[in-house]
Nanobody, 120 residues
Framework: QVQLVESGGGLVQPGGSLRLSCAAS????????MAWYRQAPGKQRELVAA???????NYADSVKGRFTIPRDNPKNTVYLQRNSLKPGEPAIYYC??????????????WGQGTQVTVSS
């Protein structure tokens, strides 16, 4: 059984920063990458950032230079550091446990989601 537990969402002002956390536990040894997705109201879920256990990364073009995805391998935890947040980026953020073959490969396990609202 695999469990992904997210934390760190909330309200932030435009231009502010926020860090999300996702801790994985259980039978995770078959997976070598984790990622963050987000889903805005009325839109499809999209990949934001991904990192392999070896340190390779993928970022969506819209967040390059503003978001980073640090990872603590011994703790099986991945973070999403989000800077320079824009008012048009409210969404629910989900972490995913998957694989890496040059790019991120979506896995079957999702966290429960954490809401982020950008507003003054």
């Amino acid at each position: 059984q695999v469990q992904l537990v997210e934390s760190g969402g909330g309200l932030v002002q435009p231009g502010g920063s926020l860090r999300l956390s996702c801790a994985a536990s259980g039978s995770i040894f078959s997976y070598n990458a984790m990622a963050w997705y987000r889903q805005a109201p009325g839109k499809q879920r999209e990949l934001v950032a991904a990192m392999s256990t070896a340190g390779s990364t993928n970022y969506a073009d819209s967040v390059k230079g503003r978001f980073t995805i640090p990872r603590d391998n011994p703790k099986n935890t991945v973070y999403l550091q989000r800077n320079s947040l824009k008012p048009g980026e409210p969404a629910i953020y989900y972490c995913n446990l998957g694989g890496w073959l040059g790019i991120y490969r979506l896995g079957p396990y999702w966290g429960q989601g954490t809401q982020v609202t950008v507003s003054s």
